[in-house]
């Protein structure tokens, strides 16, 4: 499965359990550790949890090797690392503290940004 396939696959299963908000970040041009990541909100806690597992065990009957998770145990950033695709799942708290999007942004060429 290519990198587009498993973005693909990994919003599905965030939308499968109605995650918030989803973005796909293309950071090809930005970084060598992988080529998107993708950003997600939930309700709460719970919620949070909830979805990440939902991407493991998703990628997980398709026969991808998830390299690992982080945060699970808080519940308020929980990391899902596919290799390909790295998967945020935030409370609407910490997303908007750690700002992502905005961090990994690619400017627009002729933009004040650029």
């Known amino acids: 499965m290519d990198a587009e396939q498993l973005k ?3 919003i599905d299963s965030l939308e499968d359990v109605k995650g918030r908000d989803i973005v796909a970040l293309d950071v090809r041009d ?3 550790v992988t080529d998107f990541m993708v950003v997600c909100s939930g309700t709460s ?3 949070v949890k ?3 597992d939902n991407v493991w065990v ?3 009957k398709r026969g991808i090797v998830p390299l690992g998770m982080e945060g699970e145990n808080t ?3 929980v990391l899902v690392d596919l ?3 790295v998967v945020h799942v935030m409370l609407p ?3 908007l503290f750690y700002d992502l999007e905005r961090l990994w942004q690619v400017p627009v060429p002729g933009s004040d940004e650029s």
């Open 30 to 32: 930005m970084s060598g």
């Open 83 to 85: 290799g390909d695709v």
């Open 50 to 52: 909830s979805l990440a």
């Open 58 to 60: 998703e990628v997980k």
């Open 45 to 47: 806690n719970r919620h």
């Open 75 to 77: 519940g308020d950033w």
């Open 8 to 10: 693909k696959l990994v």
């Open 93 to 95: 708290e910490a997303r």
